[in-house]
């Protein structure tokens, strides 16, 4: 009943924040058709004016970039070859690309954010959309030699996954080492800053749902929580080395309930096998109830993906939406509306990166303990 209700709260949410996402959009196509309505009779004028004289003026309003809120806030959520730092200074990644030819290494500074092609060792290079293509001997990207090469470059989401990681790494090493010397004694410093939660995991999460034999997925439960709970919090840091979405990667999302869907059902006894191709029915309905019940070992780990990548891009799309209000408006004035909503919407994304991690490992938890049960 606890998890129904945390799905249709979430459920509710999301319908929210779309519902915002297109009364947004609504706003921002009416705002520039009124100002181009506007401005196209001075325009005229200007132009008309231009021409007679030297064309200077039509040029200068080419120059001019109209914001584009919906290309910005996807460039942002999206991955890329390079992690930006602040106005046009980006961090350069390495790119590793697998050819026909073999492997290929370079920066993708080479690239001086998608200006110039690259003419790496077996082909020329082009970023087009932060997507690495191969350019033909007539200057145009070749779409079949694109398909070939596959790209396994470090990309801003696996940097920020490894920052990540380095300091999961570097705080429980850290933690793991205290215990070692504390023995028998009270929690000191991080201790007691990670204890209560490896407890809470434990304790509410583990124990509850699958029983006498929660130890042995402990350490999966507790990898699971951490990654995604720091990977979440540092989405919400607006700059670097935060500011990525990592777990708003659908790819990412998949690999981890991937994981969760082999821990379950490699550790699924015969009870669990029996319910799905054994089931407790009247024989006639095994050809509905077997299909019924296999479905259902994908559609378990396909939810945790989707819940994941959903409410976490979800958050990112709202944040990054009232931030741009500023510069749809082209006033300050609307300046301290849109922080005042998105210092809320960063207080409520603070409490969703804990219930996100909670979530995911408490249906992990749940899914271990269906497939562990023993039936008496």
Request: hydrophobic residues 50%; neutral net charge.
């Amino acid at each position: 009943m606890d998890c129904n209700r945390v799905f249709v709260s979430k459920v509710k949410r999301l319908t929210i924040v779309f519902a915002l996402l297109i009364a947004f959009l609504s706003i921002k196509i009416d705002t520039f058709a009124q100002v181009d309505s506007a401005v196209v009779p001075v325009d005229s004028v200007v132009a008309g004016s231009a021409e007679a004289v030297s064309g200077e003026h039509g040029a200068a309003k080419h120059g001019e970039e109209k914001f584009e809120p919906t290309k910005v806030i996807m460039e942002h959520i999206a991955d890329s070859h390079m992690w930006h730092l602040w106005g046009h200074t980006s961090l350069p990644l390495p790119v590793i690309l697998y050819t026909a030819n073999g492997l290929e290494f370079f920066s993708s500074g080479h690239f001086h954010h998608g200006k110039q092609d690259y003419n790496g060792k077996y082909n020329n290079y082009r970023l087009e959309e932060d997507h690495i293509k191969v350019v033909g001997a007539d200057g145009k990207i070749d779409e079949e030699a694109s398909k070939s090469v596959l790209d396994f470059s470090i990309t801003k989401n696996v940097a920020a996954m490894f920052v990540a990681i380095f300091v999961i790494l570097v705080i429980f090493i850290s933690v793991a080492a205290s215990y070692r010397k504390r023995v028998g004694k009270a929690p000191k410093g991080l201790q007691s800053f990670v204890e209560p939660i490896i407890v809470f995991v434990r304790d509410d999460i583990a124990k509850p749902n699958i029983g006498h034999k929660y130890a042995k997925f402990m350490p999966y439960l507790l990898t699971t929580f951490f990654f995604i709970l720091f990977n979440n919090l540092f989405g919400l840091i607006p700059i670097f080395p935060g500011g990525a979405n990592v777990t708003g990667n659908i790819a990412l999302t998949f690999v981890m309930a991937l994981g969760t869907l082999i821990i379950v059902n490699i550790n699924g006894n015969k009870y669990y096998w029996k319910h799905i191709f054994k089931p407790d029915v009247p024989f006639w309905l095994y050809p509905i109830m077997i299909p019924v019940e296999l479905i259902g070992i994908i559609s378990k780990p396909f939810a945790l993906m989707v819940r994941l990548f959903a409410n976490i891009t979800a958050g990112h799309i709202i944040v990054l939406s009232l931030i741009s209000l500023i510069f749809i408006f082209e006033t300050l004035a609307i300046a301290p509306v849109s922080v005042a909503f998105v210092l809320f919407m960063d207080v409520l994304e603070l409490l969703v990166a804990f219930l996100q991690a909670f979530i995911f490992t408490l249906l992990t938890a749940l899914f271990i303990g269906m497939a562990v049960e023993e039936h008496h």
